[in-house]
């Protein structure tokens, strides 16, 4: 058996969608999509699958044919669809790797704040005076890497949460609940629409040995919490506002980032009732924080 082949493409977005088709029809066993400029897409709307403009198109394939077949079933499958997309003349060799330590490596410690977040697997020391954080990347978002969830982890480990309930609303792996319960919150509780993002949160905390309530949206609790932190987009931050403003308690902490910074004013228009703390911006991202009053 002959190792991956990849054929790339280029193709404009509104041609994308048959182009996988295609694709998959020809034996493909995976199609990747790549941003072939710097056009970034920060909030879809809700059940959409936006492409960008021009789109990066690559295709996996791992069987016997030679090239020359692979390429000639390809072009005619775009003759027949009408596609006019311009195909290499060659594939290009993938090199058989040790995928899973590829992959595995791609996530090393990182000091945030009071907290040295890990994978799990990983041995290196840990360094003096930190709170260690076990984390395994999974399907839902939040490894801390990205900028808007270390500006939440440094809110959190700035602040006093001994004995506090806490609510990390959109969970997705369950870092900032995690976070909060490492800094002795007494009760935590993670939210999400995504079932995968529970069970993710879930498996967080136990590498963590905390335990932490984990809810589906719909089941949206109606006691406030001493701090709730909501690492989401801009437009639910704002469509939310009504939700996230009673789930905090008078006189309780409202933590808010997955905004960009030109998005700051328009979401903290949306919490009239909430006395904002200065904003936090790192890599073009803000983070939002404030009390309710009581």
């Known amino acids: 058996m002959t190792g991956f082949r990849q054929v790339s493409v280029l193709a404009a977005g509104n041609q994308v969608e048959l182009l996988e088709e295609l694709l998959f029809l020809a034996d493909a066993q995976a199609v990747t999509l790549v941003d072939h400029g710097d056009a970034p897409i920060f909030e879809p709307p809700l059940g959409s699958h936006p ?9 996996l394939f791992h069987d016997e044919r030679p ?29 058989d790797q040790d995928w899973v330590r590829i992959s595995l490596d791609q996530f090393q410690p990182i000091h945030i704040g ?15 005076g930190l709170t260690t954080l076990n984390l395994d990347p999974g399907l839902a978002f939040g490894t801390g890497m990205h900028p808007t969830t270390q500006l939440c982890l440094e809110w959190l480990s ?12 959109g969970c997705g792996s369950g870092i900032l609940a995690v976070a909060a319960g490492c800094m002795g919150a007494s009760q935590v509780t993670g939210l999400d629409i995504d ?14 040995q905390l335990p932490v309530q984990t809810l589906l949206a719909e089941d949206t609790p109606s006691q406030p919490f001493d701090v709730v932190v909501a690492n989401i987009l801009a437009n639910p931050l704002i469509e939310l506002s009504a939700t ?5 308690q008078p006189g309780g902490h409202i933590v808010m980032a997955g905004l960009l910074d030109e998005q700051a004013d328009q979401v903290k228009a949306a919490y009239p009732s909430i006395l904002f703390d200065q904003d936090v911006s790192k890599d073009g991202w803000t983070r939002l924080s404030g009390r309710r009053p009581e």
Request: proline content about 8%.
């Open 51 to 59: 492409v960008w403009p021009q789109t990066q198109v690559q295709a």
């Open 67 to 95: 090239e020359s077949e692979i390429l000639s079933d390809l072009a005619t499958y775009f003759q027949r669809a009408n596609l006019l997309i311009e195909l290499p003349s060659h594939l290009t060799i993938v090199p």
């Open 114 to 128: 009071k907290f040295w977040v890990k994978p799990s697997w990983n041995e290196d020391p840990i360094p003096e």
């Open 158 to 169: 700035n602040h006093q949460l001994s004995g506090k309930t806490v609510m990390d609303f």
């Open 195 to 208: 079932p995968q993002a529970l069970i993710a949160t879930s498996h967080n905390a136990s590498l963590n």
């Open 244 to 248: 996230l403003t009673g789930l905090t």
